[in-house]
């Protein structure tokens, strides 16, 4: 037999490990969740955003940059090279460039060059976080899976929001709302309900992917199997054990939004 | 030049799309005046939805101008007659302009009566127990009274189509814009919409109506227009479009729905 009851007695034994494990998984999650979508909402919003200086200027002064809008006859333009750099916005392209970017980049390799790069230049202070926790270690870990999950969630929000009929803000326009009036009240109680199992999923792959930061040595739950391992070459017994750790943290997760989800599609039944 | 009565002053309007490539609209002038229940038909791809679309800005012209309320909306700021520069603000004016879609465009997320509500409330500041009142008495003008607190989805097609109306009408238009509003329904959803719309005419509401209804720009409408390829080639009233056709698109067009 791989797995012996024996061997779960001594895995017991680093029954405190296991406990604090558990506490810096579900920190790293609460927090890699809180930066990943503070982020991604800021991302979000600059993708979107209307931000066109060639345009404005074509707007502020029409005698010098009216061509950015308008052709030799005073017609608007609709295409062409000058037309696309009158709408080049560059907060879109610079969010759009880090969404590419951190998805198309192992995240093993970012959680490296956050830890052995940015936070070899910046010192970070040296102290425990209710005595147990290395801040040193914790922090670099929770920015670069923050970092990394801002790219996926402002991927997430932003498909939300294109999934609304444009009919939606043609209504909401026609009546007067203005654009702000009509992203508050029209399209994201909409757009929310239409991604919350996609950020019930991110939620889950957050909880699950912050194991990969033992790797510079936060001591979450995957460092308290290594520790048994490393201790005593015990490693089945271990790992069941953070297997059910992990599974009573994800499969809550899931099942609350999915509560949520159902409340708000109140307006889908018939 | 705009007559005292004149709402809406349309001057050569123009979109093209693709460097003039496509001209949905190639140069339409026309003026709409109060009380004028203004229906415009066509062949399908003649760019009367993208006319009545361009009333209110949901498509930005090429070039030519709007001017309402003596408000030219194209630009982006005029002067007031003080001949104080004052910016263009669209919101403003789409408030004065009801919109009714295809299809129908209620927001799913809210009851009837949100729906109706949510633009006076939020955009006009108006008291919401008011609101909510006044929604209820357009409601039951049209029959829904009981329905203020479903959701769209369990109303018929013809039932929120009237539910769009007078969500619209729940902001105090001056003008409503009708957008192939019976297109979208079942045949015996039709009559209910357009019996709807039929009264606001007879209350004397400025309506510009794109329809394939022929029936109803005949016995409603005060003026038709007919459009293909982005131009307006005839206007008359419904007597002299249908009885009295001039140009031959016309006459091909209604040799082929009547």
Same mark, same amino acid.
């Given at each position: 037999m791989f797995v012996q009851m024996k061997n779960f007695s001594v895995v017991a034994t680093y029954a405190q490990m296991f406990q604090e494990g558990l506490v810096v998984t579900i920190l790293l999650s609460l927090f890699t969740v809180l930066i990943g979508f503070v982020l991604a909402l800021i991302l979000a919003v600059m993708r979107m955003s209307s931000f066109q200086p060639f345009l404005w200027l074509a707007h502020v002064f029409p005698g010098v940059f009216g061509f950015f809008e308008r052709d030799g006859s005073g017609m608007k333009r609709d295409s062409g090279f000058v037309y696309h750099l009158g709408r080049f916005n560059p907060l879109s392209f610079l969010a759009t460039a880090y969404v590419e970017i951190l998805r198309s980049t192992p995240i093993l390799v970012q959680i490296f060059i956050i830890y052995y790069g940015v936070f070899t230049v910046i010192k970070l202070p040296n102290f425990n976080m209710f005595g147990f926790i290395r801040f040193s270690r914790f922090f670099p870990g929770v920015v670069a899976l923050g970092m990394n999950s801002g790219a996926y969630l402002c991927e997430i929000i932003r498909a939300g929001i294109q999934s609304i009929d444009g009919g939606q803000s043609e209504a909401a326009r026609s009546l007067g709302l203005r654009q702000t009036q009509n992203l508050r009240y029209i399209i994201f109680p909409q757009a929310l309900k239409n991604i919350l199992p996609a950020i019930a999923n991110e939620f889950v792959v957050i909880i699950k992917e912050s194991a990969i930061t033992w790797t510079i040595g936060v001591q979450d739950i995957m460092s308290a199997v290594n520790a048994v391992k490393g201790a005593t070459s015990i490693i089945m017994e271990p790992l069941l054990v953070a297997t059910a750790l992990y599974f009573c943290l994800c499969f809550p997760t899931s099942k609350i939004i999915a509560y949520f989800e159902r409340r708000m599609s109140r307006g889908d039944k018939r | 030049m705009a007559t005292r009565d004149s709402l809406i002053q349309v001057t050569d309007l123009k979109k093209h799309y693709n460097r003039g490539a496509i001209k949905a609209l190639d140069g339409v002038t026309v003026d709409i005046n109060r009380g004028d229940v203004m229906v415009v038909i066509g /062949?399908?791809?003649?760019g009367k939805s993208t006319f009545l679309r361009s009333l209110n800005l949901l498509e930005d012209p090429t070039s030519g101008s709007i001017v309402f309320d003596g408000v030219d909306i194209t630009k982006r700021k005029y002067k007031d007659p003080q001949g104080k520069v004052v910016k263009v603000n669209i919101d403003e004016h789409r408030q004065k302009m009801g919109m009714v879609f295809q299809h129908f465009n =209620?927001?799913?997320?809210?009851?009837i009566l949100d729906n109706m509500t949510l633009a006076p409330v939020k955009?006009?500041?108006?008291?919401k127990a008011a609101a909510e009142e006044k929604a209820l008495a357009l409601l039951d003008r049209v029959g829904l009274k009981d329905r203020a607190a479903a959701y769209p989805i369990q109303l018929s097609g013809g039932q929120k189509q009237r539910v769009a109306i007078v969500r619209a009408l729940a902001m105090e238009p001056e003008v409503m814009l009708f957008d192939? /509003?019976?297109?979208? =329904?079942d045949p015996e959803m039709v009559g209910e919409v357009l019996d709807v719309m039929k009264g606001l005419a007879q209350e004397g509401m400025t309506m510009v109506v794109v329809t394939h209804e022929m029936g109803f720009a005949r016995e409603v409408g005060n003026r038709v227009l007919f459009m293909a390829d982005g131009l307006l080639l005839e206007e008359g009233s419904p007597k002299e479009i249908f009885e009295m056709p001039q140009h031959p698109r016309l006459k091909d067009f209604l040799s082929k729905v009547l």
């Amino acid at each position: 037999m791989f797995v012996q009851m024996k061997n779960f007695s001594v895995v017991a034994t680093y029954a405190q490990m296991f406990q604090e494990g558990l506490v810096v998984t579900i920190l790293l999650s609460l927090f890699t969740v809180l930066i990943g979508f503070v982020l991604a909402l800021i991302l979000a919003v600059m993708r979107m955003s209307s931000f066109q200086p060639f345009l404005w200027l074509a707007h502020v002064f029409p005698g010098v940059f009216g061509f950015f809008e308008r052709d030799g006859s005073g017609m608007k333009r609709d295409s062409g090279f000058v037309y696309h750099l009158g709408r080049f916005n560059p907060l879109s392209f610079l969010a759009t460039a880090y969404v590419e970017i951190l998805r198309s980049t192992p995240i093993l390799v970012q959680i490296f060059i956050i830890y052995y790069g940015v936070f070899t230049v910046i010192k970070l202070p040296n102290f425990n976080m209710f005595g147990f926790i290395r801040f040193s270690r914790f922090f670099p870990g929770v920015v670069a899976l923050g970092m990394n999950s801002g790219a996926y969630l402002c991927e997430i929000i932003r498909a939300g929001i294109q999934s609304i009929d444009g009919g939606q803000s043609e209504a909401a326009r026609s009546l007067g709302l203005r654009q702000t009036q009509n992203l508050r009240y029209i399209i994201f109680p909409q757009a929310l309900k239409n991604i919350l199992p996609a950020i019930a999923n991110e939620f889950v792959v957050i909880i699950k992917e912050s194991a990969i930061t033992w790797t510079i040595g936060v001591q979450d739950i995957m460092s308290a199997v290594n520790a048994v391992k490393g201790a005593t070459s015990i490693i089945m017994e271990p790992l069941l054990v953070a297997t059910a750790l992990y599974f009573c943290l994800c499969f809550p997760t899931s099942k609350i939004i999915a509560y949520f989800e159902r409340r708000m599609s109140r307006g889908d039944k018939r | 030049m705009a007559t005292r009565d004149s709402l809406i002053q349309v001057t050569d309007l123009k979109k093209h799309y693709n460097r003039g490539a496509i001209k949905a609209l190639d140069g339409v002038t026309v003026d709409i005046n109060r009380g004028d229940v203004m229906v415009v038909i066509g /062949p399908s791809g003649s760019g009367k939805s993208t006319f009545l679309r361009s009333l209110n800005l949901l498509e930005d012209p090429t070039s030519g101008s709007i001017v309402f309320d003596g408000v030219d909306i194209t630009k982006r700021k005029y002067k007031d007659p003080q001949g104080k520069v004052v910016k263009v603000n669209i919101d403003e004016h789409r408030q004065k302009m009801g919109m009714v879609f295809q299809h129908f465009n =209620l927001f799913p997320h809210m009851t009837i009566l949100d729906n109706m509500t949510l633009a006076p409330v939020k955009v006009k500041g108006a008291d919401k127990a008011a609101a909510e009142e006044k929604a209820l008495a357009l409601l039951d003008r049209v029959g829904l009274k009981d329905r203020a607190a479903a959701y769209p989805i369990q109303l018929s097609g013809g039932q929120k189509q009237r539910v769009a109306i007078v969500r619209a009408l729940a902001m105090e238009p001056e003008v409503m814009l009708f957008d192939e /509003p019976t297109s979208a =329904l079942d045949p015996e959803m039709v009559g209910e919409v357009l019996d709807v719309m039929k009264g606001l005419a007879q209350e004397g509401m400025t309506m510009v109506v794109v329809t394939h209804e022929m029936g109803f720009a005949r016995e409603v409408g005060n003026r038709v227009l007919f459009m293909a390829d982005g131009l307006l080639l005839e206007e008359g009233s419904p007597k002299e479009i249908f009885e009295m056709p001039q140009h031959p698109r016309l006459k091909d067009f209604l040799s082929k729905v009547l």
